[in-house]
C-alpha cells in the first residue's frame, strides 16, 4: 500500500478533510459543517470524524496513516500544534492543544499549520504555482489572507508572516475589521465589503444585493451574491468590486516591489469566483504600483480550489 | 599577511572605498568625489583610484586583494557585474560592463551588487542587526531604500527586491520621484521632501530651511540642514519630518506585516541622523499598523555609518 497522509482544513464554517497519496492524489474526502456552540474540543472532534470518514472512503485506518496535517485560522504554532486565538471559532479564544487531542483520537502523528500557509504551499507543491520557486498566495474571501514561498521554501517569518490583507493601502483610511486604519483587507475583505454596503444602503444607495441575498436565502453576501450583483451591473456592487480590486492590486504591487516574486497566486472564495474575470483590471490596478514594471510577476487563479487547503495541510506531515 | 578584500560604495556624491580584513576591520580607506560630467569609464577610473589610495592605506597592491566588491546604483547584475540605468550618474542610461573594467583595473576579481543589499549584509554580518537572523534595512536618504536578510541569507528576489520605499502607503496620494502615486518616498524622500519644501514656501508658509541652506552654503537641503531647522523648531520642517516619520512607519509596519523579521535597520543620510532622535514616533506609527502589536521587531539605527557601503561590498567578494 502506497504512504498515505491525512489533511484537516479547518475554516470557520466547514471542516474539510482529505486522505492523499504520495503524488498529492486525493483518495477519499469528507466534510462536516464546523461548530457553532461549545468549546475547542468539540470542533477537535468534528474534526476527527470528518478526517475518519475521509479515511473510509480511502479503505484505511487513521492509525495506518503517516500521519495527519491541519490547516488552523488563528496562531498556529508548528512545535507544539498548539492553536490560540482562533476567535472565529466557538470558545477558542484562548490555548487549545489540538495537536495532541486530535493525534490521541486518531492513532497518528498529527501537525498542525496556519490555513492559508499550508493552502499557498498546495498550489505551490501540486497547483497553480508548480512551476515557479517563489511565489506569495493571496486568498481573498471573508478576509484577506496570504502566505509565502521564497526560493522553494514556506516563509513564516516569526511565526506570523504572509498578513498581506494588513498591508496597509491607505494611510488614514477605512477601519478593518482589525480595528486598524487603511488596510487592504478594509477595502478587499468580503466582511468590510459587506459592512460597507450595509452602510451605503442605509444612505440611501440603490442596490440588489440584499434583495438577491434574501432571495437566495443566504446569511450573508456571499461570492456567489457578489457574482450575480455584477452580472445584473448592480452600480454599487460594481463601486464595491472595484474598490476591492484597487486595493489587492495596490497591495500586491507593494508586496512584490518588497520581495520580488516570481509569481502571485490568487485564490479564496471571492479570488476564484472572480479571478478571471477579473485579471485584466487587477494586473492593472498591480502594474500602477510595480517599481519594475517592465516584467510583472505571472498572477494566477489557485488551481485546486476547494480542497487546496486540506492537500496543503497534507504535506505539513513530510516536512 | 591575512586576507584582504576591498570595497567600494558608488554613491552619486561620492566615491567611498576601503580595503577590509578577514574580521571586517577597516584597514584603509579613501573617498572620492563622483564624477558629474563625462560617462561610465570615467566612474570607472574615479572608482578604481579610490580603491588604490586605500589601498596604499593598507599597503598593499590592488592585484593583492582577494577580490573587491562594489556597491552600486542602478540595476546591478551581481552574475555578470553589468551596471544598467544607473540614472543619476553621468552618461548611464544603458549598461556598463563595471565589473570587468575594474577588473582590468584592479588586477583582482571584482564583484558587483546592489549599493542598499551590500549596506544591509554590512549591518547584518557586522553592525547592527548582528544579533538577528531576519531584518529589513531601511536606508532613508535622497530615496528611500531596502534590503531583506531572511533566515540569514540575502533575498534578491528576480533580481530587485527590496524596494521598501515604494510600497505603497496612501492609494492616490502625493506623487513619487519615481512617478508613481503615494510610494512611502513621495513623503519620506529627502529629494521628495525638499520639493514639497519649496512648493509650500512659493505658497507662502514661512520656514527657515531655504535660509539655513544659503547660510551654510549648501546646494540642497541636508539633513543636517533639516536638523538645524527642527532645532529651530522651524514649523513647516517640524511637519514635513512628521509626515516623513508617518509614512516610513506605515511602510515599515506594511513590510513586517508580510514577513515578520525580527529587527528592521534604520540607515541612510536621514536615518544616521534622525534615527535616535526619532524613535519614539517611529515606533508609535509603525506599532499602529502592526498586526502582531505586542511584539513589534526590534527597530535599530545602523551602525557602520559612511563605511557601511563599503564593507558591505567587500563582502560580496566571499559571497
Redesign the interface.
Known amino acids: 500500500m502506497a504512504e498515505l497522509r491525512g489533511g484537516i482544513d479547518l475554516g470557520g464554517t466547514k471542516i474539510q478533510a482529505a486522505v492523499i497519496d504520495a503524488d498529492g492524489k486525493v483518495v477519499g474526502e469528507a466534510r462536516e459543517p464546523t461548530p457553532t456552540k461549545g468549546e475547542p474540543g468539540d470542533v477537535a472532534k468534528a474534526m476527527a470524524k470528518a478526517l475518519r470518514e475521509a479515511a473510509e472512503g480511502a479503505d484505511v485506518e487513521t492509525s495506518e496513516l503517516i500521519g495527519v496535517g491541519v490547516g488552523s485560522p488563528g496562531d498556529a504554532d508548528e512545535k507544539t500544534g498548539v492553536v490560540s486565538s482562533a476567535r472565529n471559532l466557538p470558545g477558542w479564544e484562548g490555548s487549545f492543544p489540538l495537536g495532541e487531542k486530535l493525534s490521541e483520537a486518531l492513532g497518528t502523528e498529527v501537525k498542525v499549520g496556519n490555513d492559508v500557509q499550508v493552502a499557498t504551499e498546495a498550489e505551490f507543491h501540486l497547483g497553480a504555482g508548480k512551476e515557479f520557486q517563489?511565489l506569495i498566495g493571496v486568498f481573498w474571501g471573508t478576509g484577506v489572507g496570504?502566505g509565502?514561498v521564497?526560493?522553494g521554501k514556506p516563509?513564516?517569518?516569526?511565526?506570523?508572516?504572509?498578513?498581506?490583507g494588513?498591508?496597509?493601502?491607505?494611510?488614514?483610511?477605512h477601519k478593518c475589521p482589525?480595528g486598524?486604519?487603511?488596510?487592504m483587507e478594509a477595502y478587499a475583505g468580503r466582511k468590510a465589503m459587506e459592512e460597507e454596503a450595509h452602510r451605503r444602503h442605509d444612505d440611501g444607495e440603490k442596490t440588489d444585493l440584499f434583495k438577491l441575498m434574501e432571495k437566495h436565502e443566504k446569511p450573508r453576501l456571499t461570492s456567489g451574491i457578489w457574482e450575480r450583483a455584477l452580472d445584473h451591473e448592480d452600480k454599487l456592487a460594481e463601486d464595491l468590486i472595484e474598490r476591492a480590486i484597487?486595493?489587492l492590486g495596490?497591495?500586491i504591487?507593494?508586496?512584490v516591489?518588497?520581495?520580488?516574486?516570481?509569481a502571485v497566486i490568487l485564490g479564496g472564495g471571492l479570488g476564484i469566483r472572480f479571478g478571471e474575470r477579473l485579471m485584466g483590471p487587477l494586473m492593472e490596478e498591480m502594474c500602477?504600483?510595480l517599481?519594475?514594471d517592465e516584467?510583472p510577476p505571472a498572477v494566477r487563479v489557485a488551481s485546486l480550489g476547494d480542497l487546496g487547503g486540506a492537500i496543503g495541510a497534507s504535506l505539513l506531515v513530510s516536512r
Chains 1, 2 share one sequence.
Do not use: P, Q, Y
Not at 516563509?155 to 498581506?164: M, S, V
Not at 496597509?168 to 483610511?173: L, N
Not at 486598524?180 to 488596510?183: E, F, K, L, N
Not at 516591489?257 to 516570481?262: A, G, T
Open positions: 517563489s496570504g509565502l521564497l526560493d516563509w513564516l517569518g516569526r511565526g506570523a508572516a504572509g498578513e498581506i494588513h498591508m496597509v493601502v491607505k494611510r488614514g483610511g482589525c486598524r486604519r487603511g488596510c484597487e486595493a495596490t497591495g504591487a507593494s508586496a516591489n518588497l520581495l520580488d516574486v516570481e500602477k504600483h517599481f519594475v516584467r
